[in-house]
T-cell receptor, first 114, second 112 residues
Framework: GAVVSQHPSRVICKSGTSVKIECRSL??????MFWYRQFPKQSLMLMAT?????????EQGVEKDKFLINHASLTLSTLTVTSAHPEDSSFYIC??????????FGSGTRLTVV | AQSVTQPDIHITVSEGASLELRCNYS??????LFWYVQSPGQGLQLLLK??????LVQGIKGFEAEFKRSQSSFNLRKPSVHWSDAAEYFC??????????FGTGTSLTVIP
């Protein structure tokens, strides 16, 4: 149990375009999902907390207009990187689950903006 | 302030040797502690977690970790390392319904 599916695993996009990343909890309902970003050879940094049915909470320094988060159902949260630029190239990982099972992470999305 | 420190950026061990990865944390409430492993280009896989009870917890792939409250530590150990254990290891602290705080990771290299 406690499986989180993240899609796509890799995406390459042109500068100025938008990219949507999906995070699904497959066998449980997740009222809260978290989006992390990981730069090469660095740790994971929380970008935002996604709450079902309400606005996401963004960490300081994260542009909410650039990283749009939608958590429209109890099993799906999406992160849209708008007007992507090369500096947005990174590894994005979501996690879901707020109970004592501990957080389950998606497999991550490698975004490359060219 | 909440934080996790992994003092060792990179560790190299011989296959078959024992392993200990260090983790120290600072957390304002009762900590829930986790160890994750990440292979290159992959997501995070949970190795083990500690919530309460026995301070020595067993995880997958032969890993174990010991919670020492007095030292604010949660070190990961394995008696005999396999080549397939080469990966990045992250210690994390958090609580249900709240974000995780991750250490900067320890990269493990296993030599034949």
């Amino acid at each position: 149990g406690a499986v989180v599916s993240q899609h796509p695993s890799r995406v390459i996009c042109k500068s100025g375009t938008s990219v949507k990343i999906e995070c699904r909890s497959l066998d449980f309902q997740a009222t809260t999902m978290f989006w992390y970003r990981q730069f090469p050879k660095q740790s994971l940094m929380l970008m935002a907390t996604s709450n079902e049915g309400s606005k996401a909470t963004y960490e300081q320094g994260v542009e909410k207009d650039k990283f749009l988060i939608n958590h429209a159902s109890l099993t799906l949260s999406t992160l849209t990187v708008t007007s992507a630029h090369p500096e947005d190239s990174s590894f994005y990982i979501c996690s879901a689950g707020g109970d004592l099972r501990g957080y389950t992470f998606g497999s991550g999305t490698r975004l490359t903006v060219v | 302030a909440q934080s996790v420190t992994q003092p060792d950026i990179h560790i190299t061990v011989s296959e078959g040797a024992s392993l200990e990865l260090r983790c120290n944390y600072s957390y304002g409430a009762t900590p829930y502690l986790f160890w994750y492993v990440q292979s290159p280009g992959q997501g995070l896989q949970l190795l083990l977690k500690y919530f309460s009870g026995d301070t020595l917890v067993q995880g997958i792939k032969g890993f174990e970790a010991e919670f020492k409250r007095s030292q604010s530590s949660f070190n990961l150990r394995k008696p005999s390392v396999h080549w397939s254990d080469a990966a990045e290891y992250f210690c994390a602290v958090g609580a249900p319904g709240n974000q995780f705080y991750f250490g900067t990771g320890t990269s493990l290299t296993v030599i034949p």
